[in-house]
């Protein structure tokens, strides 16, 4: 390379420049090539961790992805200013960039970042039943940005990432068991102790209910019509409904057969001033 400057009459200076500089942006290359190798195989080494460690296969390959921008964006700075190029106004341009992006993005950026913390912390899994962002349903897939729901009538629902983190999350898969609450009414005249011994002969008559927690009923209140018994019981999660609904029918049917009534409010409207006669026919002139 010397030779060849010499021919073309370079003076020394501007030859050490050139030779200088040569050797800088072959070593910013070379840099380069391995770098893209270097980082390449530091991401997959990352997501393959992260999936031995039983984090979700999307998230994983985000986090790899993520991994893998940083360290490229690292190396580009670190390849251009050993390529002699200024960075510091490049570092400048890509914080700016990112803001704008940032400010442009921000309702997405706030479902991205819950996605991953759902994702990561497990609130809730693919199966269970659950009260996010307002919405019931069963849970049908997570995704980075939306969480899709199936309702108990067959509809599907895609709530963003965002509002699902930032409400309350109800599950009710999660514990594995629930519990029911009933509220029946009998007239004052039938016996309290009747009824709820009624009512524990078909907890104990039902296999579904839970012996541990104990269910139980109790006097709730004296209404208007009827003295008020709470009737609460513990059963698995998929057998709460069923459970509750058996329950029911057979609480009306026992209450029949052993003449405890359920009463019904009843109102009794009279007209104040009018005589027996208008009373009987309101249509007979007085």
Known sequence: M??????????????VLIITYSIRIGLALLLLFVGFWIAARLANFGRRALERARVDVTLAGFLRNIIYGILI???LIQVLGMAGVPTASFIAAIGAAGLAIGLAL????SNLAWGVLLI???PFRVGDYVTVGGVDGTVESVNLMHTYLITPDNRQAV??????????IIN???RGTRRFELKVGIGYG???????????DLFAADPRILKDPAPGVWTEALGDSSVNLVIRGWTTTGDMWETQTTLLRGIKERF??????IPYPQSEIRVVGATPDAERNPLKPS
Request: hydrophobic share 45%; net charge negative.
């Open 256 to 261: 029949d057969e052993n003449g405890i009534t």
């Open 120 to 122: 990561l912390f497990r």
């Open 2 to 15: 010397t030779d060849f400057l010499d021919r073309l009459g370079v003076d020394h200076a501007m030859r």
């Open 106 to 109: 921000n309702s997405s950026l």
């Open 190 to 200: 039938d016996d309290i102790g009747k009824a709820m011994q009624v009512v524990r």
């Open 159 to 168: 709530v963003p990432n965002a509002k699902v983190g930032g409400d309350a």
């Open 172 to 174: 009710y898969n999660v």
């Open 73 to 75: 964006a690292l190396l």
